[in-house]
């Protein structure tokens, strides 16, 4: 039994929750207790706000998803500031937030009754018949419509901040905190590159923060060592290399002929336009959470995995009281042992594909639990008005159809859609590397040698925008993309060259058994003739 | 590759690796692994002293010589996969479980525990006798639970008396 206020758990077996001071924010008006340190998102979240917005057209209601900034559901006006994704922002003394695009507000919205009657008097697709007999009447319409769609209202505050230039030059930039670019910046400044590292967070660790259990792979890559505390080891073997430059709060917008444009927040008044002019440039962005198609998969309740967890292992905050996981994947079987682990209940596990896609240990651990796994089964729909009640869930056919009369009702209140990721990868896109989609890989990726160097000269990938896989992946892969970026530089000589070599056959290794099978065939895909090393 | 268990989430009796001799369990602990499945993954591999875990490769599952396993705990402290069991006979006809645990309350010498099998299912109560608090292995409690004998191969997982399911 694990205690929990005011939506916030006070004990976790494996964390330790550290709050700030308290703070009082304001939600369309009224006081709502937070903690410093928390987001907007996960304060609202603890206090029972589950209707964050309201969608584009019909007004349905939308609550977090993503929970890091990916999926833009959990926007609100904030100090005036309008399309404010709060899961990004935290939480300041006397902060005023409120939700748009819903009159009086997003929770009770009165154009949410267009929910109801649109599909009767105006099913869809029918703007491109209606109204167009006379252009004054579809003028008058198209006015109508923006009204109510479009996000938010013109920003009532100025942002009075002061950004000033700063142009800096550095051998090695490394975009991404994650463990596949802290291991980058490690390996290649340990061999003597200059090295800048940025972060759009104020933490470094990128996904592994919020992942409590202990990791699988060697013990080199530290193994059996919980995937919080290896963000701690990363980041302390990163601060002890002189070289190597750390600024968090850094957003890199784009990268132009090996130059990097960056933001860097330096406090709410003051901040840096960064022009980095890097030699060599790794992107290690990580990736977004993908969701799935089913009956009311955008209502309140209905959340990522990763999001979840965020709430759940970062900020401390409990998601509900009983929640049904959608993909057995490993996100799926692990976020459902630490659901259980913040006493939540876990209602089923389902599986559209015949067995369980993630490791059987990571599925004995919760089956032996209780939890029922549901294999060759899907969600058909979430059920509730304004957030999750229930589910539906079928059996599936050899042809992947719901058989009829396999319904089953399913009672939660919040639905984890488990169901992948894909590779952040908008950087490269306009870094003009060659793109291709590969779906062993989880989406779109960049052709990259052996080395993980992309099309564009100078410019490497590691981890999961380079191809969906896990920490253990990114760290090796980092280490390549890091001590390769370094050696062609002329750091490191012959000792580098050779922990290059090894690197690269340590992660062959690694992908050799049935589970790296897919990623290997992904790869023969996507990657493109190397230069050896010379 | 049977996919039987990846079905079902559990292991059947057909599928569980060998079990050790009566007199091995009766000298003293044995790590008992039920981790069937090539995934990359080797630290019980890596800790163990004794040489007692063969593994291949990276990829390749444990398997444990019970006769140059010396009971030492090293591989059940780190496996993430909660795969690994300490399995004994004792001489007054009782026997021992040893597993991770990871949630709250922590258990404590003399707890009285419900006892679950690999599909969940309740199967008898037990007394912890022995644990390795959580602060001593980085919040990975290892719990020692005294069981009738014929359960050892049964019991995989434990609650508090008087905590809902
Ligand atoms: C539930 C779950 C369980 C997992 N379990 C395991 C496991 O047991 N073992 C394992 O090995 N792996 C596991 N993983 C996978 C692992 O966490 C990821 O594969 C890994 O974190 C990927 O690392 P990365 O460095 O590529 O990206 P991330 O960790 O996602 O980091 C990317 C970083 O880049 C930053 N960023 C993005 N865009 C920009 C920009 N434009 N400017 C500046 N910064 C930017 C982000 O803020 C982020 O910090 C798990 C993942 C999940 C979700
Ligand atoms: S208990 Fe000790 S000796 Fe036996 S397998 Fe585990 S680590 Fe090896
Ligand atoms: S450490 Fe555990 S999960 Fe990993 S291979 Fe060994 S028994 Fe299996
Ligand atoms: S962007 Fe905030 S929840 Fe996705």
Known sequence: MVKTESGRLQEHPIVDFKRGGEVTIYFNGQPIKAYEGETVAAALYAAGVRVFSRSFRWHRPRGFFCAIGKCSACMMEVDGIPNVRTCKVYVRDGMQVRTQSGLPDAEKDVFSILDDVIDKVFPHGSHYSKFTTSKRAREFMVKRMRKFTGFGNPPRAVFQGKAELEETETDVLVVGGGPGGMSAAINAGKYGAKVLLVDENAFLGGQLVKQTHRFFGSAKERAGTRGIRIAGILEEELNSIENVEVRKETRVFGIYNGEAGAYQRLDDENGKLLKIRAKKIVVATGAYERTLIFENNDLPGVYGAGGVQTLMNVYGIKPGDMGLIVGSGNVGLILTYQLMQAGVNVAAIVEAMPRIGGYFVHAAKVRRLGVPIYVRHTILKAKGRKSVEGAVIAKLDDKWQPIPGTEKEIKCDFICVAVGLSPTHELLYQAGCEMKFVPELGGIVPLRSRFNETSVKGLYVAGDVAGIEEATAAIMEGRVAGIHAAVTLGYGGEEAKKELEEAVKEIEEFRAGPFGERIVNGLKKCTLESEVVS | ?165
């Open chain 2, 1 to 165: 590759m049977s996919l039987g268990y990846l079905e079902r989430g559990y292991l059947e009796k057909d599928e569980l690796p060998p079990f050790p001799s009566k007199e091995r369990l009766k000298k003293k602990a044995v790590a008992y692994i039920e981790c069937p499945q090539p995934i990359p993954c080797s630290p019980c591999f890596e800790s163990c002293p004794a040489n007692a875990i063969e593994m291949k490769n990276i990829n390749d599952p444990p398997k444990v010589d019970y006769e140059k396993c010396t009971g030492c705990m090293k591989c059940i402290r780190v496996c993430p996969g909660l795969a690994i069991f300490m399995l004994r006979l004792r001489d007054d006809g009782m026997g021992e479980v040893t597993l991770q645990y990871e949630f709250l309350p922590w258990l404590k010498k003399g707890d009285r525990v419900k006892l679950y099998n690999r599909k969940g299912e309740e199967i008898g109560e037990g007394v912890v006798n022995w644990v390795l608090p959580p602060e001593r292995n980085d919040n990975t409690s290892l719990v020692r639970v005294e069981v009738p004998a014929e359960l050892i191969f049964e019991v995989r997982a434990v609650r508090p008396v008087g905590v809902k399911a």
